[in-house]
C-alpha cells in the first residue's frame, strides 16, 4: 500500500529538531533579571499578597556556568485545545533532562481534573517523542475545571506534596492563568517548594498584554487552518458565481480570528464583534450592512460572495446580550441539571415563561436552530454556550428575508469552522514559539519564580531578536464583574478599533467588498522557503 500521507507528515515533523533562542541554548549560563516592578490594582494586592510584588524578569546569558539540579516539573492542559501545546511540553522535558537526566516530568491527566486527583504520570522519552510538533492535547487530555474553592486548592497542594513538585506549568487561557495566579499565591503562602508558571494559550488571541505578551499560542495555526479552508471557498466563488456562504469562525469572545482569516483571505465582508458593540449597532442595522454589500454585488452582476462571522457575535449585539443573559437566569432558576434533562418544547416553554416581554418577542423571532442553541443549557463556567448558536444561520436567514424585501433571491450555504482548525499541525511559528516557551519556563523551576507567565517577546521581528520575558501574573489582573460578583481575572484582549490591525482592516474592507479581491493561502506550511515557513499573524505584526 501507497505511504499514507498522515504516518509521513508525523514521522517527519516528529523528528524535525526545533529552533531554539540563542539565550535559552545553554541553560546553564541563563540568569533572570529583575525589571519593572507591575502596579497590581488593590485587590490582587490585597487577595495575592505572596506574588503582587513580582516585577518583570528578562533572561540572559550570565557567561558563567552553574551547576543545575534535577527538577520534577509537573504539567497540564486547561480548556480549549489549541496547536504547539505538546511543544510546551516537548521544550519543557528536553530542558529538564538537559539540566540533569534525573528529571522528570509528570504529565496530569484531563487538565485541572488530573491535579486535583493526583491523576498524574512520567512523561517517558517515547511519550514525548510521539507529540513533538504535532496538533492537540492527545497526550495529556483537557477540561474546565476551576479551582474555585479553598478545598480544590487544598487538593491540588496534596497532589503536588505527593509528586514532590518543585514546579507546575498550566497551559492555558485568561480564566486557566487567573487559576495559576491564585494556586501560586497558595502555594507560596503555605510554604511550599513548588512554582507555578502560566503558559498563554488561547485559539482565540484573546490573552495578549502588550507590549509584553503579544499572542498566545494556537491563534495563528487555528487561523491560518480555517483561512485555508476559507480560501478554498474563495476560490470557488468567482468558478461557480452562484452561492453565498456565510461562515461562522470560532473565537468565544473576540474576533480575532475573524480578523486574521479576513487579512489571509480578503473576504467580501467581515463582521467584527467588537466593532459592532462600539457602535451600538442593533441586529437590524448589522443585517442591513451585510444585505447592502449583497445588493451592491447583486446590481454589478455578482450573486456570490462570502461573510464571515465571529462566534461570538451575539453577545455584541446589545439586544441578544441582554436576551442571553435573561436566558441565562431562567436557566439557573429552572436549574441546568433539571434544564438540560427536558425535552426542547419544555425547554422552550419554561424559558418563555421567565422572560420579558421584548426578549420574549425577540427569542420568537429567531430562526429554530438558533432558539435550540440558545436553550442547549449553561457550560461548566454557568454561561448560555455561545458556541451551540448557530450565528451563521442567524445573519443569514435574517439577511435573506431583509433582501426578499428588496426583491432579491439568493443561494445561500452556511459553515462553521470551529473544531477543524484547533488541532492542526501547528505552523513553524506556534511549533517555535511554544517550545521556547517550555525551556524558558524550566528556568523559572529552577530558580523558584512563583506566579510568573512565562513569554517570547518581540516575536513579530526576525527570529534572533526573540526575547524570553517572564511577567507577573498579578499584575496583568483587573477586577470585572463575572455572575453579579467582582472577580480578580485577567481581562480579555479584544479586538481595539484604535488597533493598527482594525485600522489596516477599514481601510480595505470597501474594496474587498465590491471587487473580488480574494485569496487563498493554502495549507500551513513547515517546509519550504523561509517567507511562508517562517511567517506570523498579520494582525499580532500590524499591533506589535
Ligand atoms: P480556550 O479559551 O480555552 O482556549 O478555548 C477557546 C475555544 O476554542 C473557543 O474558541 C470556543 O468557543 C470554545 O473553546 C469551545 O469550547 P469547548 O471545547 O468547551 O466546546
Known sequence: MAAKIGQLMDEKLGKQKNDVLPVLKDLS???????????????????????AGNALLSFSSSGNTSKLRP???????????????????VGLYDAVKEMDPKSEVIGFMNGPDGLLKADGKILSKEDIDSVRNQGGFYLLGTSRTKFEKESDMAKCSETIKKF????????????????AAHLANHLKKDGSKAVVVGIPKTIDGDLAYLPYLQTS????????????MVGNICRDLP????????????????????????????????????????????????IDMVADVIEKRYKAGKKYGIVLIPEGIVEFIPEIKSLISSINKAI?????????????????????????????????????????????????HGNVQVSQIASDVLIMDLVWDRLSQRGIKLTTQTHFYGYDGRCGYPTWFDATYTYNLGRAASILV??????????????????????AQAIPLAGMMAVEERKGKDCLVI????????????????????????EDSYLCPGPVQFFGPDELVKSRSITMTLNA
Open 332 to 380: 439557573v432558576n429552572i436549574g441546568n441539571d433539571h434544564f438540560i434533562k427536558m425535552h426542547i418544547n419544555d425547554r422552550k416553554e419554561k424559558v418563555l415563561v421567565e422572560l420579558i416581554q421584548e426578549h420574549e418577542r425577540l427569542f420568537i423571532e429567531l430562526p429554530h436552530t438558533v432558539q435550540n442553541g440558545l436553550l442547549s443549557g449553561l457550560d461548566p
Open 446 to 467: 529552577a530558580n523558584s519564580k512563583a506566579g510568573y507567565m512565562v513569554t517570547v517577546n518581540n516575536i513579530n521581528g526576525s527570529f534572533d531578536k526573540w526575547q
Open 491 to 514: 481581562s480579555k484582549y479584544l479586538v481595539n478599533l484604535n488597533s493598527k490591525a482594525f485600522k489596516e482592516f477599514e481601510k480595505n474592507r470597501d474594496k474587498w467588498a465590491i
Open 217 to 228: 499560542f494556537g491563534f495563528y495555526t487555528a487561523a491560518m487552518t480555517y483561512s485555508e
Open 71 to 89: 527538577l520534577k516539573v509537573g504539567v497540564l492542559f486547561s480548556g480549549g485545545p489549541a496547536s504547539g501545546g505538546h511543544n510546551v511540553v
Open 239 to 286: 468558478s461557480s458565481r452562484k452561492i453565498w456562504h456565510f461562515v461562522k469562525l470560532m473565537g468565544r469572545s473576540a474576533s480575532w480570528i475573524t480578523l486574521e482569516t479576513a487579512f489571509q483571505t480578503q473576504p467580501n465582508v467581515a463582521l467584527i464583534g467588537e466593532e459592532i458593540k462600539e457602535k451600538k449597532m442593533t441586529l437590524s442595522q448589522v
Open 164 to 179: 514532590d513538585l518543585d514546579g507546575l506549568l498550566i497551559i492555558g487561557g485568561d480564566d486557566s492563568n487567573t487559576n
Open 29 to 51: 549560563k541563563i540568569i533572570l533579571t529583575e525589571g519593572k516592578k507591575f502596579n497590581v490594582c488593590e485587590k490582587a494586592a490585597k487577595d495575592l499578597p505572596e506574588i
